[in-house]
């Protein structure tokens, strides 16, 4: 993390005399877009893109925005940062330096949003970001006029919130699967900075819904044999096996988990139901799924279907986490809002707009910022029952965050 902020301190300092960008010249706009594209993050990685991308395409179609008595077009500028966080810092000085973007989206991992917020925020460039991670730097002080991230935002709710609405959700649709309430819960994990900070709050979550949690069980990112951490979760006796947060490995724990019986039941955070049926899976017992925010493959939310028909239509892939494109996508129209309201591309006159709008998006009907530049929403929660019957629900979060 010293190495990361050094290079994004060293990056700002670069580009500290800079301005904001000019007013957009031949009516149009641009947004950048840094993600991965390639590297070990590009399942949730090229979702950005493709969401921003289909946003862009939408807003262009409809006759584009109207500001100050003009009317504009957007632009998505895009940049693979290959999972590396050097690369991101660089791809992010080019957008803000040479390719004049309006706003940054990105990226989908904590520390490289960390890094390119060091080069946005003195450029007064909008950033949005969907890392619940950036709590830890979304204060009063750091966003107020001023402030070193005013012009920074997140996408996703507080991350008490999400674990609270997800855990919420397992709970309830597992219990009737299972025919009793279940009492245990063993959380297994990726051992990085994002896995121990996630998993975290949601250790608080199920504590806060009576769940005896042992000491979580991390493994390596790279894990592929997951035997020794289903063994001894295993001799916990567990009722339910929390796989919590990277989609691609829980898909090769759980047959793992499946053949050595090591739970009743199972939850797979970050795994659609549509990749449940487009993989064929099935288990003989109960596995609750949830999406970030909204499930593509099956879906309670009415929105759902036909943003992921366009979604896909236009050329995105079925992946595990196809459902984070919606924590940018939404963001793009509540942007382009935001400029018509402030009747300017002016920063300040846009972030003063971004705190006032009630914007109707797909993931939610009322999206709003709250002074911290935060936003809350449901999080959806799916059930497989043993057989392959999947419903699906909208969980609301909570309020406040769980006691310590």
């Not at 700002?12 to 070990?40: H, M, Q, R, T, W």
């Not at 895009?78 to 989206?105: G, H, M």
């Not at 289903?230 to 009722?239: E, G, V």
Request: hydrophobic share 40%; net charge negative.
């Amino acid at each position: 993390m010293k190495t990361v902020l050094k290079l994004g301190v060293s990056a700002a300092f670069c580009l500290g005399s800079l301005a904001y960008p000019a007013l957009a010249e031949d009516n149009i706009v641009k947004i950048g877009v840094v993600a991965a594209e390639s590297g070990s993050f590009v399942s949730a990685g090229h979702t950005l893109p493709a969401g921003v991308g289909l946003a862009v395409k939408q807003i262009n179609d409809a006759g584009g925005i109207k500001v100050g008595g003009k009317t504009y077009k957007l632009e998505m500028v895009k940049r693979d940062d290959r999972t590396d966080i050097a690369t991101a810092i660089a791809a992010t000085q080019e957008l803000v330096r040479d390719v004049k973007v309006q706003a940054i989206f990105g990226s989908e991992t904590h520390d490289f949003t960390l890094a390119m917020a060091k080069i946005t925020q003195p450029a007064k460039i909008i950033h949005f970001a969907g890392n619940s991670t950036l709590a830890k730097i979304l204060t009063p002080d750091s966003v107020k006029p001023g402030g070193e991230d005013h012009y920074l935002f997140q996408s996703e709710p507080q991350e008490f919130q999400r674990s609270g609405s997800t855990a919420s959700g397992v709970l309830t649709l597992l219990e009737p699967l299972l025919g009793y309430k279940p009492k245990k819960s063993v959380m297994i994990v990726g051992n990085d900075a994002t896995g121990q900070f996630l998993s975290s709050y949601y250790f608080k979550a199920l504590k806060a819904e009576g769940q005896d949690v042992p000491d979580i069980i991390f493994y390596p990112p790279d894990t592929t044999d997951f035997s020794p951490f289903l063994t001894r979760a295993k001799s916990l006796n567990p009722d339910i096996i929390h796989f919590w947060y990277n989609g691609d490995s829980t898909l090769t724990a759980l047959p793992q988990a499946l053949e050595l019986g090591a739970a009743k039941s199972y939850f797979l955070f970050g795994v659609d139901p549509g990749i449940w049926k487009e993989k064929q899976l099935s288990a003989d017992v109960p596995v609750a799924m949830s999406c970030v925010p909204v499930c593509w493959g099956e879906s309670s939310n009415p929105k759902a279907k036909a943003y992921f028909d366009a979604y896909f239509a236009a050329g995105a892939p079925h992946g595990v986490t196809s459902s984070v494109s919606l924590l940018y996508h939404d963001y793009v129209h509540f942007l382009a809002e935001a400029w018509e309201k402030a009747g300017s591309f002016d920063p300040d006159k846009t972030v003063e707009a971004l705190l006032t709008l009630h914007h109707q998006g797909v993931v939610s009907d009322d999206l709003t910022f709250n002074p911290t530049h935060q936003v809350t929403h449901a999080t959806e929660v799916c059930a497989a029952a043993p057989g392959g019957d999947i419903s699906c629900s909208m969980q609301q979060p909570p309020a406040e965050a769980p006691k310590s």
